[in-house]
T-cell receptor
Framework: KAGVTQTPRYLIKTRGQQVTLSCSPI?????VSWYQQTPGQGLQFLFE???????NKGNFPGRFSGRQFSNSRSEMNVSTLELGDSALYLC???????????????FGQGTRLTVV | GESVGLHLPTLSVQEGDNSIINCAYS??????FIWYKQESGKGPQFIID?????DKRQGQRVTVLLNKTVKHLSLQIAATQPGDSAVYFC????????????FGQGTTLQVKP
């Protein structure tokens, strides 16, 4: 069974540009969450999608957005990139994404974004 | 505010010894907790989870203990091996009934041969 796949693995962008990251969840999983990981802030929740709807959102500016497709694949977009957006962006998938449904969240390898 | 914290940023143990990694959480409404292991250059790897209706759960060489009275979580690794060297995170899925996870800052486990 394939795991969570994130593409690309590495990206280098210039300030002011925009970027789109992709996440393919485990087959059958309907919840996809995105996290930003930096040495200073650790793992910070960005947003979660379930059945093509954003179900929860973290405290990030509107430059960060996402979407989910009918096949549960998800993309996140960051517009007007800033140096501080340099981070490892992680995607996690779970079957239903709720604690009460007893489902674990599995992470992809992440996309390393460097903004110069 | 939301926070899940770990007591020690770095833990160094001898190969073969048992390791105990601690975590304190602040949200008394939290009812689901997960431990993840993250190796350099990789995403977090699920280790074990526990619900608030349990005090203890065992996996292969790992045990998670939950003390709701003092809002404390611990991960015990038996017979620690060099391959256990990594950063360990505790995470909380609060009462929001979504997939959102709140992570602690992480503890780096170093295993000395």
């Amino acid at each position: 069974k394939a795991g969570v796949t994130q593409t690309p693995r590495y990206l280098i962008k210039t300030r002011g540009q925009q970027v789109t990251l992709s996440c393919s969840p485990i087959s059958g999983h309907r919840s996809v969450s995105w996290y930003q990981q930096t040495p200073g802030q650790g793992l910070q929740f960005l947003f979660e999608y379930f059945s093509e709807t954003q179900r929860n959102k973290g405290n990030f500016p509107g430059r960060f957005s996402g979407r989910q497709f009918s096949n549960s694949r998800s993309e996140m977009n960051v517009s007007t990139l800033e140096l501080g957006d340099s981070a490892l962006y992680l995607c996690a998938s779970s079957f239903t994404g709720t604690a009460r449904m007893n489902t674990e969240a599995f992470f992809g390898q992440g996309t390393r974004l460097t903004v110069v | 505010g939301e926070s899940v914290g770990l007591h020690l940023p770095t833990l160094s143990v001898q190969e073969g010894d048992n390791s105990i990694i601690n975590c304190a959480y602040s949200n008394s409404a939290s009812d689901y907790f997960i431990w993840y292991k993250q190796e350099s250059g990789k995403g977090p790897q699920f280790i074990i989870d526990i619900r608030s209706n349990m005090d203890k759960r065992q996996g292969q060489r790992v045990t998670v203990l939950l003390n709701k009275t003092v809002k404390h979580l611990s991960l015990q690794i038996a017979a620690t091996q060099p391959g256990d060297s990594a950063v360990y995170f505790c995470a909380e899925n609060g009462s929001s009934n979504t997939g959102k996870l709140i992570f602690g800052q992480g503890t780096t486990l170093q295993v000395k041969p």
